[in-house]
Each structure stands twice: as C-alpha cells, then as structure tokens.
C-alpha cells in the first residue's frame, strides 16, 4: 500500500485514512491535499484511491472531529441555510458546501478518467437537530450539483453518530485480528488498544 501525505494529518484524519486502506481496500491514501492552482485555497482532509477490476474510485473525505459537536462559528455569507438555526449553524452548512465544492473541482479535475467520486464527511458528533436536518438536506443538494457538472456517477456520504461509530467498529474489530502495522500511527494505536484489552478478556 502506499500512503501519501503532504503535511501533518490529525488523528481524526489518520483513522479515516486508516479504515479506507485498511477496510475500503484503498491503493493510496493522501492527507491535507492542497491544489496546485494559484491562489486556491483548498486543502481536502483525506483523498483515498481504489481501483478494482479496472475501475478507479475517488474518495474525497472533510473530516471534522468535533467530540463536542460538530460547529463551525462564523456568520454565512447568504440566508441559504435560514431555516436551520442560528448563524454559527448556518456557518457550518455553508462550509460543508463551500468544502465538498472546493473538492469537487479538483477531484474532477486531477482524476478526470475516474469512475466514480464519492464525497464524504466523518464526523463523530453532530447533535441531532438543525445540524444534521441540515446535512440531510445538504446532501441530496451536492449531488445533484456534482452529477450536473460530470459523467461519472458521484456519491455524497453524511458518515456522523451512529454511522461513524459503525465505522470505527468495525476497524477496531479488524485491529483485533491484524498485527499488520500499514504505517498509519492511528491504526497503530488502536491495535495495542485492542490487543490488550483481548489480553486482559483473556
């Protein structure tokens, strides 16, 4: 496996990585991604690569590891996202937007022969309420917004709560099994985890 990385990716960052080469089957993992254009601005938080059977798919991944609750604090630059809660709410929406757009075009652009783009966001507490009301919406909105501008099938993945803990889940379980170290300290850390509590179950 190869994994690529720019500058120091976070821990939030390194575990998505991990369950994408590790899980996924991802050939090439890159962190804080950063576009070559001058005077862009973007930095995409993990892209991963896997191909299969001659078919190439790119994962764009915004990671936001918020154990207090997802929120960006700001005030949104349109009414847009009127209709879910106050400003710092609205905030964040519009930079999910802003985020998986900015994404978008350099995924479509670096990576025009792929055959599918999937845009997730991992996140391990979004409070129920406006903010996810408002991912859901979101959602719906990205792809339709992707797929107009491409031929490749686009896929837009809300990965938050439940679903990421599922995620985890099932890494820390394959942690549990693997002694394989595949360079990611995230990964490393969660098998000495794992195996000592199979140890001390034991």
């Known amino acids: 496996m190869l994994e690529g990385m720019t500058v120091q990716a976070s821990p939030g960052e390194l575990l998505v990585g991990a369950y994408h ?20 601005q ?22 936001v590891t918020h154990v207090r609750g997802m929120l960006y604090v700001g005030s949104p630059d ?11 709410y609205q905030y ?7 985020k998986f757009q900015s994404d978008f075009e350099y995924v479509s652009e670096v990576f025009p022969d792929a ?3 999937v845009f997730q966001l991992w ?9 996810t009301d408002g991912l859901e919406e979101l959602r719906p909105e990205l792809r339709r917004s992707f797929q107009s501008r491409v031929e490749q099938d686009c896929a837009v993945e809300p990965i938050y709560n439940e679903a990421y803990a599922e995620r985890i889940g099932v890494l820390r379980s394959r942690a549990r099994e693997d002694s394989k170290a595949y360079g990611n300290t995230a990964w490393r850390y969660l098998q000495i985890l794992e195996h000592m509590r199979t140890s001390m179950e034991s």
């Open 92 to 98: 964040t929406l519009e930079r999910v937007w802003e």
């Open 78 to 88: 349109t009414d847009r996202w009127a209709d879910f809660g106050n400003e710092n």
């Open 123 to 131: 996140s391990p507490n979004v409070p129920e309420g406006h903010r």
């Open 115 to 117: 055959d599918r783009f």
């Open 42 to 63: 973007m930095e995409l938080d993990v892209m991963a690569i896997h191909s299969e059977n001659g078919s190439q798919t790119v994962y764009a991944c915004e990671v």
């Open 21 to 40: 080469q590790i899980i996924t089957g991802c050939e090439l993992v890159s962190y804080n991604q950063r576009s070559r254009e001058q005077g862009n």
